[in-house]
């Protein structure tokens, strides 16, 4: 059973910063992708930065340049350091975990969330 657990949420003050830590633990197939989303009340959970096994990146527009995303370690680890925070920032951050059973099949999992309130 594959378990992803995230760390790190919490309050802070506009212009601030947080690191959120994910790890999945229990999988006997390999991660290969690893990624952060958040969902605002309201909105839409969108996805705020991923990261490959192999190290490609991707960071979304509303964040690049404030966030960036660690390589995922051997043991399937990855922060999410996030500098420069805005009111806007404020959600649910999750973390996902991903790869193919079979070389083709997709799997993923989620974590729990965790929350990020950032004050004006």
């Known amino acids: 059973q594959v378990q992803v657990v995230e760390s790190g949420g919490g309050l802070v003050q506009a212009g601030g910063s947080l690191r959120l830590s994910c790890a999945a633990v229990g999988s006997i197939l390999p991660i290969n992708t690893m990624g952060w989303y958040r969902q605002a009340p309201g909105k839409q959970r969108e996805l705020v930065a991923v990261i490959t096994s192999g190290g490609s990146t991707y960071v979304a527009d509303s964040v690049k340049g404030r966030f960036f995303i660690s390589n995922m370690s051997a043991k399937n680890t990855v922060w999410l350091q996030m500098n420069s925070l805005k009111p806007e920032d404020t959600a649910v951050y999750y973390c996902?975990?991903?790869?193919?059973?079979?070389?083709?099949?997709?799997?993923?999992?989620w974590g729990q969330g965790t929350q990020v309130t950032v004050s004006s």
């Open positions: 996902n975990a991903g790869g193919y059973s079979d070389g083709v099949t997709p799997f993923d999992y």
